[in-house]
């Protein structure tokens, strides 16, 4: 059995570890110690000291929520958006992603559309009618291609 000192020269900044027989830092390399309530100073990207570990963390969020590095907090995890709306949690603001009353997919970037104009154009963000073959023109009155008013479409030679 070997005998080691009981306490050691260490700094105010530092504790005596029998085990290594060195002298532990108290903190986190960069990070300042605070002997009056024996706590370090975290950054703020992991601002909880944990005094247990003696690491700095983030701090514990409820099952809902979920630590915001860019805001300092604690904050939902999906926000209060409307359907038409994407929830940014970095900047914690609901992106308007759609036209009102539509529904925003996340996991293609599309639109929900009505009948009337039934396709979602990626690139403009708006619903839109499909494009129609043979003249026919658009109807979001009956949701179909038909041909213009006056018009009849002609079988034999697919146009109108």
Known sequence: MKCSPMHA??????????????????????????????????????????KTSRLCEIPPCNSTSQWNAFLGICELINGNCHSWQWYNFTSDKCIT?????????????????NASYPYFNQTSFQCQAPVCPFGM?????????????????NTTSFVC
């Open 137 to 153: 023109q658009w109807t979001p009155i009956f949701y179909r291609c038909q041909c213009p008013s006056g018009f009849f479409f």
């Open 97 to 113: 992603m759609c036209q009102v009353n539509q529904t925003y997919f996340v996991t293609n970037h599309t639109c929900s559309c």
């Open 9 to 50: 020269a260490c700094y105010s900044w530092q504790y005596w570890d029998f085990t290594t027989e060195k002298c532990i830092s108290r903190c986190e390399v960069g990070h300042t110690y605070y002997p009056n309530n024996d706590s370090c100073l975290c950054f703020p990207s992991a601002p909880y000291f944990n």
